[in-house]
């Protein structure tokens, strides 16, 4: 289920939204919240993190200068959960744009009046780019630009100085700033398996395990090595 919190202060549009995103799919289920203090506690009280936000800058129509839906944007960033996760913002105010993309690394705005069609085909370029809906994936920062990698091209992910490399079946992704720990947090843990302090694998990428010599060989030919602490881990997460 891909879930997606919608903060809008106005009770149709919020309504009309809610509407418009879950007509998309059966597999998107929306939180629509009107004001600050319901989205704080729907964040909290999330048992599963939300996969994209959709918010409204001005939560005030009274006051044109109001611009709370940044604020709990901001808030949202200072999760480590969601440092990655799509924001899109929805504005009026079309000076806030840049402001947004700066401080906040929004995905995109959307300005005022909005249509139907124009909401569905964002939230398709942000959860579905690929039309492949029920494919996990993360999203990852590198430049100040989004990159959704699917989790079946990860192979592999190893730490290197200040950042992480990520071994895709077509390339690899050096992405600085960003460590292992943040990045498995991020990721579906029944797929993916820390086997070293710098080395994390994709169980569906292993070719075969040697525990003698502590060495995983990959379908694509690399071999990882399986640290010290890491091989009762290793052994039981591969062989129960």
Known sequence: MTRILVLEDNKD????????IEKISADIYVTPVGDLCEAEKALEAANEPFHAF??????????TEDISGLDFAMR???MRQYAFTPIVMI?????????AYRELHCYQYIVKPYQEEEIQKLIRKVLFQTGEASEPFVLVKKEGINYKLLCKDMIAVKAIPRGVDIVLTKETMSVHYLTIKQLLEKLPQELFLQCHRMFVVNRDHIE???MVNGIIHMKNGMETEIGVTYKAKVKEALHG
């Open 76 to 78: 949202i960033r200072s």
């Open 54 to 63: 959709l918010l409204d800058i001005n939560l005030n129509e009274a006051d």
């Open 13 to 20: 549009s919020l309504k009309a939204l809610q509407i418009m």
């Open 208 to 210: 075969y395990v040697d």
């Open 91 to 99: 504005t009026s105010l079309a000076n806030l744009e840049l402001r």
